[in-house]
């Protein structure tokens, strides 16, 4: 019975893709000879009916879906071979008893490698590895019955907390610092305390400011998140003046996470395309810091603002930190995104980009969301 109903399925997907595909030849054939006798005889040809158009749009999608979802055996045997060995034991358990993320299934071959190891022993020093499935969309990862590597940290000093070896540019938070001076390794608290401090342009907006603005809304700030927050350091400077904030970061070749830890803060380890783990209405302060730019694909763009706006309370804030863009793209695209959220403007500022060639500026925007829907 069941091999019955699978080759009646079978016929029938096979017939609606044939008559498909006949109802496509015959549309873009009609479409073909309108379009050419327009150009021979404009006045005299009617224009091709909106319906007939919209139909064959659809059936377009709909043989592209089937095709997606039933490949050709030719075009798949690449993928196949890549994948064609067995999935490790702990993932077919782990399947059984949690859901794992879709994307993840587009990466078997990463998957497969990262679920790969032996249980009840020393976890594989991959940490790269969960960074390329996590940034692929693989997340959460699946959890795994091993024991995770630890620092042996023989001190109290913040070099002695990291696993160094993961890291090909430097061995010490020195190095870091003096090789990225602009990026927050130096984890001393002056250091920490005096970021964000300063006004010295436009685009700037520094934390006394920030508080004033809120004091003055009737505004409490009593919680906010970092998105790419890096080290840490805006949710260490806010920390300084007791206002709890939680970082989200990712380790681009360098302990980002292990310093926002070191300064005793939450680094969360999520990429700027997931959904973030804080319920809805919660959050007082929301800031997106030079990660949040141009580069994300606009449509990821729009999700994201608006998952920030599902974790701000009525009346929280969001603030995008020198926001990064060409200035066409901030005044057709960007600012009408940003002007879909209905948020009050309390700063707007855009300054031009230091040695600009293709016209990008930066934008700092503190926007206060109402305070009821």
């Not at 006949?22 to 000879?33: G, I, K, Q, V």
Request: hydrophobic fraction near 40%; glycine fraction near 6%; charged fraction near 20%.
């Amino acid at each position: 019975m069941a091999g019955f109903t699978m080759s009646l399925n079978l016929l029938l997907l096979v017939a609606m893709v044939a008559t498909n595909i006949l109802s496509l030849y015959h549309l873009s054939s009609t479409t073909n000879f309108f379009q050419s006798a327009v150009k021979s005889s404009p006045s005299s040809v009617p224009t091709v009916p909106d319906h007939l158009l919209r139909q064959l749009h659809t059936i377009r999608a709909a043989i592209n879906h089937l095709t997606n979802h039933n490949p050709d055996k030719s075009t798949s045997t690449v993928s196949s071979t890549v994948s064609s060995s067995a999935p490790p034991k702990d993932l077919l358990l782990y399947s059984k008893l949690s859901p794992i993320a879709s994307a993840c299934h587009n990466y078997p071959d990463l998957l497969h490698e990262y679920m790969n190891y032996t249980p009840f022993s020393l976890c594989p020093s991959d940490a790269d590895l969960a960074e390329k499935l996590i940034l692929r969309g693989c997340h959460p990862l699946p959890r795994r019955r091993c024991f995770s590597r630890t620092p042996r940290a023989t001190d109290s000093k913040p070099d002695s907390h990291v696993i160094w070896s993961r890291y090909s540019s430097c061995k010490t938070f020195d190095c870091l610092a003096a090789k990225l001076p602009g990026a927050g390794f130096d984890l001393s608290a002056e250091k920490s305390k005096s970021q964000f401090s300063a006004y010295k342009s436009e685009l700037d907006l520094p934390i006394t400011q920030l508080l004033q603005i809120a004091k003055s809304a009737n505004s409490v700030l009593r919680l906010g998140i970092d998105v790419g927050g890096g080290t840490g350091s805006f949710a260490a400077a806010m920390k300084a003046r007791n206002v709890p904030v939680v970082t989200t970061t990712m380790n681009f070749n360098a302990p980002y996470s292990e310093a926002v830890a070191l300064r005793g803060l939450v680094p969360l380890h999520v990429p700027l395309q997931q959904r973030l783990p804080v319920f809805d209405g919660v959050v007082d302060l929301v800031r997106c810091g030079r990660a949040v730019n141009r580069w994300i694909p606009v449509t990821v763009m729009e999700f994201f603002l608006f998952d920030l706006d599902r974790v701000l309370r009525g009346g929280g804030y969001l603030w995008l930190d020198r926001f990064f863009s060409k200035k066409v793209d901030l005044e057709n695209v960007y600012g009408p995104m940003i002007g879909k959220l209905g948020y009050k403007k309390v700063k707007w500022a855009v300054a031009n980009k230091v040695d600009s060639k293709h016209g990008e500026v930066f934008l700092t925007a503190l926007l206060q969301k109402p305070v009821a829907r």
